[in-house]
């Protein structure tokens, strides 16, 4: 096989693969807290998705079960696999008054169990304050947990776009070390615009290297024709 066949195609895989990432990206545009998938190629064989952790915008909604994290950390989240992470703070309370996330999954307090609003006489007047601290009116319902990990951790990523560590294990974060800001929510950390330029600069990448097989191709065939005719 040539070697420019053999580079071209494995161009257009590396191209396919940086297409996926960003489409799956824009798609995810409108999740509050998401964060960026990136590939990286250290060479033609090898590549890296990851995650970047940057913190996104916090963006005003007024709703008072809507929340953002300033700092780092995450929500924890009991799941069917086990506790999982997010930053997605646009919570609701379910029919049996336990605060979960979009998906249905409780959200976990400090003391490991899910927030929940005890008895139905209970006002139901929400306030969340910049320390955690989760009230139905004057009466105190639990505490936030936000979990951070350190450097050494590696986070990847699971359904929905919560996190789980691979790598690491996660420390309670203090009073201090974080706020809370109710009625907000955190962007995605990414500039959908910047994503949508990529993905057209991939697809012509992408055709260029198409063109190159397909010339190869052409040539091939020509070989082969112009052999028979001998």
Not at 125 to 145: H, N, S
């Amino acid at each position: 096989m040539r070697i420019g066949y053999f580079g071209a195609a494995l161009g257009s895989i590396q191209q396919e693969k940086q297409m996926a990432v960003h489409s799956n990206n824009i798609a995810n545009a409108m999740k509050p807290g998401y964060r960026k998938d990136a590939v990286h190629f250290s060479n033609f064989f090898q590549q890296k998705t990851y995650t970047k952790m940057e913190q996104g915008k916090i963006q005003r909604t007024e709703n008072p079960l809507d929340i953002a994290i300033n700092g780092e950390g995450f929500l924890r989240v009991q799941t069917d696999a086990g506790i999982l992470y997010t930053r997605a703070g646009d919570l609701r309370f379910s029919p049996d008054r336990t605060l979960v996330t979009q998906d249905g999954w409780p959200v976990l307090g400090s003391d490991g169990q899910p927030i929940e609003i005890p008895a139905l006489e209970h006002q139901f007047d929400i306030r969340i304050e910049r320390d955690g601290q989760v009230f139905d009116g004057e009466d105190p319902i639990g505490t936030l947990a936000i979990a951070q990990f350190g450097q050494e951790a590696l986070l990847e990523k699971v359904a929905n776009g919560y996190l789980r560590p691979a790598r690491g294990e996660e420390r309670l974060m203090a009073e201090g070390e974080f706020t809370i800001e109710q009625g907000a929510l955190e962007a995605p950390n990414f500039n959908i615009v910047e994503e949508m330029v990529k993905i057209v600069e991939t697809t012509r990448i992408f055709e260029a290297y198409q063109k190159v097989l397909q010339s190869f191709d052409q040539e091939d065939s020509q070989l082969v024709r112009t052999l028979g005719n001998l």
